[in-house]
């Protein structure tokens, strides 16, 4: 389960963020996620609502948005978007060229909202 990993990263950069900007309070962090990092968003919350709870974040909300799959043939130059994990082949479906990955890589906290 690597989504403890990356919630103990957020809250880091969380409190970082308090230190930094004096924050009293954080009431939301939005999240890109992309589709290809294979985090799921549930597990993510559960393992950052287990690390705040009990402490002043405990209120605190995470907002993911998840950023589907992109890829560009690097022969024809097609794009393609796919928005299902599963769904991703990695050679063009057109003329079998390599695919180069544009988005669903994605793992950014985006915007932290507090006073």
Same mark, same amino acid.
């Given at each position: 389960?690597?989504?403890?990993? /990356?919630?103990?990263?957020?809250?880091? /950069?969380?409190? +970082?963020?308090? =230190?930094?900007?004096?924050?009293?309070?954080?009431?939301?962090?939005?999240?890109?996620?992309?589709?290809?990092?294979?985090?799921?968003? @549930?597990?993510?919350? %559960?393992?950052? +609502?287990?690390?705040?709870? +009990?402490?002043?974040? =405990?209120?605190?909300?995470?907002? /993911?948005?998840?950023?589907?799959?992109?890829?560009?043939?690097?022969?024809?130059?097609? @794009?393609?978007?796919?928005?299902?994990?599963? +769904?991703?082949? %990695?050679?063009?479906?057109?003329?079998?060229?390599?695919?180069?990955?544009?988005?669903?890589?994605?793992?950014?906290?985006?915007?932290?909202?507090? =006073?």
């Amino acid at each position: 389960m690597h989504e403890l990993a /990356i919630a103990e990263g957020i809250l880091a /950069i969380v409190q +970082d963020q308090i =230190e930094t900007y004096k924050l009293k309070h954080v009431s939301c962090v939005k999240l890109k996620i992309g589709l290809l990092t294979a985090v799921v968003p @549930e597990a993510l919350n %559960f393992c950052f +609502d287990s690390l705040v709870k +009990d402490t002043p974040l =405990e209120k605190t909300n995470l907002k /993911i948005e998840l950023v589907p799959v992109k890829a560009r043939c690097k022969n024809c130059g097609r @794009e393609f978007r796919h928005k299902k994990r599963m +769904d991703f082949f %990695f050679l063009c479906p057109i003329c079998g060229g390599e695919l180069e990955i544009i988005t669903g890589k994605e793992l950014l906290v985006e915007e932290i909202e507090g =006073e």
